[in-house]
């Protein structure tokens, strides 16, 4: 079993982009907002998976059983390493097509770690970033 850091953050994010993190497929994460948090993170792999068009296309294209991958768990951890405005060059890297980048931002991730099983979380999220195991400070 994993050894839990209680004060490490978390963040959420749908199958199968979770899975594509953690295969290192999957190196920028698009988000609407910047981030400023420059560390590793633990990955949690929301209860509902993703069900655009663009999601089941990379289901396909990487052979993923989504039905089968983890949810409402955490997965493994990942390292922030940067994030910058995204750019139409980013669809391979992010999954995404290059129409949805315009106006949002790449976080850059780097060295995914999967747990060798995934583990329950004591708090769910409440936001973009939560904390796993302890209450959220106010």
Known sequence: MEKIDRDRIAL???QP??????????????????????????LYSSKKNAREDF??????????????????LLVGSVEITGCRKATAQ??????VPANILSGCYAWELSQPQRFSEPLPVRFLPYGVWFYPFKRREK
């Open 12 to 14: 959420g994010v749908k």
């Open 17 to 42: 982009w979770a899975e594509l993190i953690l295969q290192g497929i999957k190196t920028l994460e698009i988000r609407s907002r910047p981030t400023n948090i420059c560390d590793r993170i633990y």
């Open 55 to 72: 999601a089941l296309q990379a289901v396909r294209a990487y052979q993923l059983e989504i039905d089968f991958l983890p949810t409402g």
């Open 90 to 95: 980013d669809e391979q890297a992010s999954c």
